[in-house]
């Protein structure tokens, strides 16, 4: 498989893990790209600003009742802060980064190759985003799941990418109500894990959406960055989802995802409407947890 270009080096086989939401290794070139040095990552930092940084401590439980709360810093001087990670235990996210021109061209162009290797029509690849993390050794990202398809693609440092499985629809059902109050899809309570991959530079992964998983750096410096689109099939459940939590909030007991497929067309296109609207107020989504 050709490492020379720089998005996922997929086949099409990979479309099967698509359709099933299957985790799946890949090789990719975008290691060494002057775009992630650590400098260059600091800047894009202080261009995007403190609304678009999330930060925690590295060291961190797997899982936690307060979403992360607890292990949450102050962005205070955020390329600083950035540039001495291999010391401050530190985790960083960069949110959105399409919003600069530079990585917005650079996310279409990650996902319109791994695209066109699969045989995947880059047209119904929507709600693009791109994240970059970077975080001290022996940082931890909790175990969570997120409602986007991803491509994490690692850049500096070594990591392990842990997996798990839901015990049950009840647990996963009750995992999508606390994502859409507040969790943001992390756990509180550890998944029996079922599969577990080894990240370095040049190395990544397709994280399909609600599938729980997690990560732990090695002893350096992890760079990384994570690339995400939805497409029809996530992109209806997670509309489904979030109608079905509006009218909780009314007293209202609504079917599941998948269980009235007629009523998840009509909460699909309210959703639709309602989402053209709320877009013209608010800013850019943000979700991704790598």
């Known amino acids: 498989m050709n490492t020379n270009t720089p998005w996922p080096a997929v086949d099409q086989s990979f479309l099967a893990d ?21 400098d260059a990552i600091a800047r894009l930092g202080d261009e995007l600003g403190a609304e678009s940084i999330s930060a925690e401590q590295a060291s961190k439980p797997l899982v936690s009742a307060d979403a992360g709360a607890a292990t949450a810093l102050e962005v205070v001087a955020v390329s600083d802060q950035i540039r001495a990670l291999a010391a401050n235990d530190s985790w ?56 986007e398809h991803s491509f994490l693609l690692q850049l500096e440092g070594h990591r ?9 629809r009840e647990q996963r059902e009750r995992e999508v109500h606390r994502y859409w109050n507040g969790s943001y899809g992390r756990l509180d309570t550890m998944p ?34 994570t690339v995400t689109f939805f497409d029809r ?38 959703m639709r409407v309602y989402g053209a609207a709320k877009s013209r107020i608010t800013g850019p989504e943000t979700s991704a947890s790598h």
């Open 192 to 225: 029996e894990q079922v599969a577990e991959f080894d990240l370095a530079p040049g190395l990544g992964a397709y994280i399909p959406p609600y599938h729980p998983h997690w990560l732990s750096n090695g002893d350096s410096t992890s760079l990384s960055l």
């Open 92 to 147: 960083f996210t960069l949110l959105n980064i399409e919003q600069s021109e530079p990585y917005r061209e650079l996310v279409d162009q990650l996902l319109e190759g791994m695209a066109a290797n699969a045989g995947l029509d880059p047209r119904t690849m929507r709600r693009r985003m791109g994240f970059v993390f970077a975080s001290s050794p022996g940082s931890v990202t909790s175990a969570h799941f997120d409602i």
């Open 160 to 168: 392990k990418l842990g997996f798990g499985k839901f015990a049950d």
């Open 18 to 38: 698509l359709a099933t939401r299957t985790p799946a290794p890949f090789t990719h070139g975008l290691s060494g790209d002057p775009r992630f040095s650590l």
């Open 233 to 270: 099939s996530n992109g209806d459940e997670s509309m489904v989802q979030a109608f079905n939590e509006k009218i909780r909030r009314l007293g209202i007991d609504p079917s599941v995802y998948g269980d009235a497929p007629r009523r998840d067309r009509a909460k699909v296109a309210f």
